[in-house]
C-alpha cells in the first residue's frame, strides 16, 4: 500500500519555527516531484512549496525566505523547514507526489497523485 505520512507539526508561537517531515513507503518516491500544500477551513487547498525530482524548488512567495524545503530520496523523506512562523501559517500541512512532473508543473495541484493525511500546525500571536 503507498502511503505519504506526515509528522512534526505542533503549537509554536509566532517567530518560532517547525520542521515537518513526509516518510513514503510501498513507492518509492525519487522520481517524483513533491510538494507541500496547506488548507485553512473554508479555503481551497493552497500550494506552499514543491520540488523536483533533481531538486529544483518553487515556493509561495508569501513563505519565501521563511520555509525550506528538501528531500532525501536515500531515506524516501521530504521535509518543511519553517521559520519564522506566523499566525497566518496555521492549517493544515499535507505532503504529496506527482510523478512525471516537470518543475514548471509544481502549483498544478491535479499533478499530485499521492497525498498524506496531513499534520496540524498552530500558530499562535
Known amino acids: 500500500q503507498v502511503q505519504l505520512g506526515e509528522s512534526g507539526g505542533g503549537l509554536v508561537q509566532a517567530g518560532g519555527s517547525l520542521r515537518l517531515s513526509c516518510l513514503g513507503s510501498?513507492?518509492?518516491?525519487?522520481?517524483?516531484?513533491m510538494g507541500w500544500f496547506r488548507r485553512t477551513p473554508g479555503k481551497e487547498r493552497e500550494f506552499v512549496a514543491g520540488?523536483?525530482?533533481?531538486?529544483?524548488?518553487l515556493d509561495l512567495k508569501s513563505v519565501k525566505g521563511r520555509f525550506t524545503i528538501s528531500r532525501d530520496n536515500a531515506k524516501n523523506t521530504l521535509y518543511l523547514q519553517m521559520n519564522s512562523l506566523e499566525p497566518e501559517d496555521t492549517a493544515v500541512y499535507y505532503c504529496?507526489?506527482?510523478?512525471?512532473?516537470?518543475?514548471?508543473?509544481?502549483?498544478?495541484?491535479?499533478?499530485?497523485?499521492?497525498w498524506g493525511q496531513g499534520t496540524r500546525v498552530t500558530v499562535s500571536s
Open positions: 510501498g513507492r518509492t518516491f525519487s522520481s517524483d516531484a
Open positions: 504529496a507526489a506527482a510523478p512525471n512532473t516537470r518543475i514548471t508543473e509544481l502549483t498544478t495541484i491535479s499533478r499530485y497523485t499521492y
Open positions: 520540488i523536483s525530482r533533481i531538486g529544483g524548488s
